[in-house]
């Protein structure tokens, strides 16, 4: 039984893509509404997947070759592109195989292109996910630590201003989780294969993207409404302090009045 081994190579990046800036400015990709995809060597094994949500999949691509392409996507982006994550994922194919799962590995019959690229955008959307759950608990433990000053002292001493910014800043790491996100949806080529269907499943569970997405929600949606009680009670500390100064510039007025009689 003749066998080979696959490695998917996923990096994500800080930045989004343009998947249309890329395809001009890197010739010779199949471009698809959410897909770039390359044939490196004159249309050997190796290949390259790119995403719009930053994140780019090298399949057998030799780690000199990896970095020279990802030299070319730095230069097309307009900040200096910001690799975060890079995530490996290895597939076994095996003549006559069951799809299945071994220590992290996949075994399969054949892996053929539908299938290579439905490994490929798993693993860069969870590439893409660990990205967005460093985030997330990078906010996570700053809101914790403005809940816990206001739990030890009962105020809070940030601006409002301040603590809009960080409300913004919450509010459109949720959006960024819920637009690339939307891509768990299933590829077209997924539906026509059932056995593909299966694979696709498989791989979602075995990098766990549902629960993971799931977690993410909820923690942004805490993130959320904890920060907007905080900035309650700092709008009230305000209103408090305003009402303080009002009432204290009407005392020195009357105290005036006395002293001028």
Known sequence: MSGRTHQFEAVAFVENFSLRDLAQAIPGGRLRPHELR???????????FLYPFGGAVFHDVAAAERERFLERIRSTLPRPGRQVVAESFTVREETGARTSFADGVLQIGELGPARAAAVAIVVAQSAAM??????????????DALVDRLEKSGTVRARPARLHRFIGEAITSRNEVLSVLHLL???????????L????????????????????ETKLRGVQESL?????????????????????????ELVLSVWRR
């Open 38 to 48: 390359y044939r490196l060597d004159g249309g050997g094994a190796g290949e390259v």
């Open 130 to 143: 660990e990205y967005y759950e460093r985030l997330v608990d990078d906010l996570f433990a700053r809101t």
């Open 185 to 195: 949806d299933k590829p077209d080529e997924v539906w026509e294969d059932p056995e």
């Open 197 to 216: 269907d299966r694979i696709y499943d498989d791989l979602r569970a075995e990098f766990d993207l549902e629960d993971r997405y799931q977690s993410l």
């Open 228 to 252: 907007e009680l905080v900035l309650d009670v700092a709008r009230d500390r305000r209103m408090w302090l305003l009402e303080m100064s009002i009432a204290l510039l009407i005392l020195v």
